[in-house]
């Protein structure tokens, strides 16, 4: 069963007036959540992809103030995707193996880490952490900011390591069982967090002949594994936790590029990544783009790339307005290489562009404000893109 089969058959309206939403002859109240006295602060809209969404232009949260049906029953009811989606379905009349479908599908959705699984996560990227701003980091850190770009503002954010040695680690400390011991393996440390917490901790290992095993030496076992980590972890969205509420949301192929972004361009746009080809998003990763006007999905020039960013477009389905952009380079990270200065300049160029489209949205004489906020992210894309020019 779809989820959008579900969101068919709810009216948005009529559920946020059971919330206490009075509408009168138009789309607009004053909003159920917050329950302000602005009679056109909360709004129900159509979207591009024919579905009803809503958004509070006043006090509600930022983050939480829009998205579809599901996302109103969540901050109305203050409830979990799971139990919203539950009491939608049976609003809307799907029974069966239709809802036994959705209740699989979100159960595997709702995987979560281990108990105590996070809890030596959080001490391992924080000794890594150490690691990497000790003098025993100085290479590390080098190759961060010469081959990635990335400043030391930037690597503190993301909570990125330096681990100097292959260790080994007993299972049952990081909540698991069994007798193979869980591998910590040498290299940079780039842990993924949802809500301060972490999910899954990569590390990037140094393979013969590359720049890393340039900076801190070659690794002697598995020459052909990049990236590992300890067992046990989920993916997550990386770069979640960051986003604050801008318009345009740009999804990248990895972290890397997600970090450098950000690091470019955390004024124009939010950004995240999957953190590769084969990761899928979970509802909850969905949920922390629902607010998003629209996603840019940036692919990497190679084969994977563009499988990738298909797999992204397909997978948020049409509750996600997604627009797919070939990449300027190999990958952002290259680009940056290259240009130096010039990835804000081209950021700034995509959200310009998308900007466009989204002003001619915005009611400017219903919802001046918001008009003028969007048009000063415009304008300010608009310039920083002149700049690089």
Known sequence: MDIDKVLERVDLIALAEEAGAQFGRGDSAACPLH?????????????????????????????ANGGDA???????????????LAALAKRAGVMGDEAAAVTRRERRDEVVPVAGWSKRAEEFVRYAEGELWGEGGAAARGYLMVKRGLGEDTMRL?????????????????????GRKIWLPRGIVIPGMRK???????????????????????????????????????????GGDELSGLPVVVLCEGEWDAMLVHQEAADLCGVVSLGGTKHRLDEVDRLMLVGAWVVLAVYDLDKAGRAGA????????????????EGPAEDLTEFWLQAGGGLRAWIAGQVAGMMEGILQRVDDARY????????????????????GA
């Open 196 to 238: 301060g917490v972490p999910w899954y901790v990569k590390v990037r290992r140094p393979l013969p002949g590359d720049d890393l095993a340039r900076a801190i030496g070659a690794v002697e076992r598995l020459k052909k594994v990049k990236f590992s980590g300890p067992r046990g972890g989920r993916m997550t969205l990386f």
């Open 158 to 178: 993301w909570r990125l390591g330096y681990n100097p040695q292959d260790e080994w680690d007993k299972p049952g400390r990081w909540g698991l069982d069994g």
């Open 70 to 84: 599901l996302a109103f029953y969540m901050q109305w009811q203050r409830v979990d995707f799971k139990v919203a």
């Open 35 to 63: 329950r302000g006295d602005n009679r056109t602060a909360f709004h129900v809209y159509r979207g591009q992809d024919g579905r009803q969404r809503w958004h509070c232009f006043t006090n509600c949260q930022e983050g």
């Open 368 to 387: 001046p404000e918001r008009f003028a906020e969007f048009l000063g992210l415009y304008e300010r894309a608009m310039k920083a893109s002149a700049q």
């Open 310 to 325: 298909a797999a992204r477009v397909c997978e948020m389905g049409s509750r996600m307005r997604v627009r797919v952009v």
